[in-house]
């Protein structure tokens, strides 16, 4: 399937099939991480119902997904906006969503800290689980709303800690586990909080139409969902160890708890906000379509 192509700024970076990490890089789960694509994959399980139900696209038109993951969202949209349409992923490698390629959609390699993204060129522009994890939220956030037309919407999600674990017959349940994890977390910028300040962002930056909701899902043990979790502690088990906040029979018994099916717990809230960029804010651009 043919679409229209997206010209974006001199100096965006296409070229490399994999592309290296930044040694500044602070994101806590580095993508050379041995587990990342299964950790992506079983995140795409637990959350893609919920974000598809948000996408809210028709064909014909223009979105950007910024981190795509291992692509679901994104061949999600190319699936609805259709020939006529026009998808764009980015990430910071792009192994896992080369494939995308095959659909129609354009896949570059893209930094939204530092590398510039096309002027009021799309309809859509979606991130999740992106921006709680970026040192300078607003400046990325003003970037995504620049590549916005008039009228065009931002979608971000990203997550509400506070009920992660909450246990239906245990009080407590892996709260020390877990309590550890999100101090190494935010030793790496991450933003336990970040849907509620989502919100507060898009009013800050002047979006139109902001809405907010949250969502949780019921995971049992042993279940792909479970696997997320599970991923998320193996691989943060050595800082966490190092730092003398838990010990190793403490994260070995956790991982077992989370492989178990007698066990279910409730996940973060991941809380959706979106918001329009004003269709008459002085630039005379053509609205959203």
């Given at each position: 399937?043919?679409?229209?192509?997206?010209?974006?700024?001199?100096?965006?970076?296409?070229?490399?099939?994999?592309?290296?990490?930044?040694?500044?890089?602070?994101?806590?789960?580095?993508?050379?991480?041995?587990?990342?694509?299964?950790?992506?994959?079983?995140?795409e399980a637990m959350w893609d119902p919920g974000t598809l139900?948000?996408?809210?696209?028709?064909?014909?038109?223009?979105?950007?997904?910024?981190?795509?993951?291992?692509g679901s969202v994104g061949r999600a949209l190319a699936d609805r906006v259709?020939?006529?349409?026009?998808?764009?992923?980015?990430?910071?490698?792009?192994?896992?969503?080369?494939?995308?390629?095959?659909?129609g959609v354009t896949v570059l390699r893209h930094d939204v800290l530092v590398d510039p993204l096309p002027r009021e060129r799309f309809d859509?522009?979606?991130?999740?689980?992106?921006?709680?994890?970026?040192?300078?939220?607003?400046?990325?956030?003003?970037?995504?709303?620049?590549?916005?037309?008039?009228?065009?919407r931002l979608l971000l999600e990203d997550t509400d800690t506070s009920s992660l674990f909450r246990h239906a017959q245990q009080e407590g349940f892996l709260d020390r586990v877990k309590d550890a994890a999100y101090v190494i977390m935010r030793q790496s910028g991450h933003r336990a909080r970040?849907?509620?300040?989502?919100?507060d962002l898009m009013l800050r930056c002047g979006l139109e139409d902001v809405q907010a909701q949250g969502r949780a899902v019921v995971v049992q043990g042993?279940?792909?969902?479970?696997?997320?979790?599970?991923?998320?502690?193996?691989?943060?088990?050595?800082?966490?160890?190092?730092?003398?906040?838990v010990s190793a029979e403490e994260v070995d018994q956790a991982l077992e708890q989370l492989r178990d099916p007698a066990h279910r717990w409730l996940s973060q809230v991941m809380v959706a906000v979106s918001g329009r960029r004003p269709r008459h804010d002085g630039t005379g651009a053509r609205g959203a379509r």
């Amino acid at each position: 399937m043919e679409r229209k192509g997206v010209a974006f700024p001199e100096g965006t970076r296409t070229a490399a099939p994999v592309a290296p990490e930044r040694e500044d890089s602070g994101y806590v789960f580095a993508t050379s991480f041995e587990g990342e694509t299964r950790r992506l994959r079983a995140g795409e399980a637990m959350w893609d119902p919920g974000t598809l139900d948000l996408l809210r696209v028709e064909p014909g038109t223009a979105c950007l997904e910024i981190g795509g993951g291992c692509g679901s969202v994104g061949r999600a949209l190319a699936d609805r906006v259709g020939a006529d349409g026009e998808v764009v992923v980015t990430d910071l490698r792009l192994d896992r969503v080369s494939w995308l390629g095959e659909h129609g959609v354009t896949v570059l390699r893209h930094d939204v800290l530092v590398d510039p993204l096309p002027r009021e060129r799309f309809d859509l522009v979606h991130a999740r689980m992106v921006v709680q994890h970026l040192s300078d939220q607003e400046a990325a956030v003003r970037r995504m709303i620049g590549a916005l037309r008039p009228g065009g919407r931002l979608l971000l999600e990203d997550t509400d800690t506070s009920s992660l674990f909450r246990h239906a017959q245990q009080e407590g349940f892996l709260d020390r586990v877990k309590d550890a994890a999100y101090v190494i977390m935010r030793q790496s910028g991450h933003r336990a909080r970040g849907g509620l300040l989502d919100l507060d962002l898009m009013l800050r930056c002047g979006l139109e139409d902001v809405q907010a909701q949250g969502r949780a899902v019921v995971v049992q043990g042993g279940t792909v969902q479970a696997e997320w979790y599970t991923l998320w502690i193996e691989h943060l088990r050595p800082r966490m160890e190092a730092s003398g906040l838990v010990s190793a029979e403490e994260v070995d018994q956790a991982l077992e708890q989370l492989r178990d099916p007698a066990h279910r717990w409730l996940s973060q809230v991941m809380v959706a906000v979106s918001g329009r960029r004003p269709r008459h804010d002085g630039t005379g651009a053509r609205g959203a379509r």
